[in-house]
């Protein structure tokens, strides 16, 4: 079964496909706005609360550790491991 992303902000669910390579790619392909720069998981422009579930990230360079109390991630070089849902 597909795991589900939900973006909070934007009330919307949609489903996790391996056609995305990463987070920001499906928040994209559906209208949801996260902003973005360097889309390599380094300037942090990106950065987004995880509010429940786990991602994998390639790259945490973006994240100060303050952040990663925060549970903050880099959608840009995230993918979901479980259902999740996102501050955004
Ligand atoms: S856009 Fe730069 S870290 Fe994601």
Do not use: H, Q
Request: include cysteine; charge should be negative; charged fraction near 35%.
């Amino acid at each position: 079964m597909a795991l589900k992303v939900r973006f909070k902000k934007s009330g919307r669910t949609v489903e996790w496909s391996d056609i995305y390579a990463n987070l920001l790619e499906l928040a994209e392909d559906n209208d949801i706005e996260i902003e973005s720069e360097c889309e390599a998981g380094v300037c942090g422009t990106c950065k987004t609360r995880l509010i429940s579930g786990r991602v994998d990230m390639e790259l945490t360079d973006g994240l100060e550790p303050e952040d990663e109390e925060e549970n903050m991630i880099l959608p840009c070089v995230a993918v979901p491991v479980t259902d999740i849902v996102l501050d955004a």
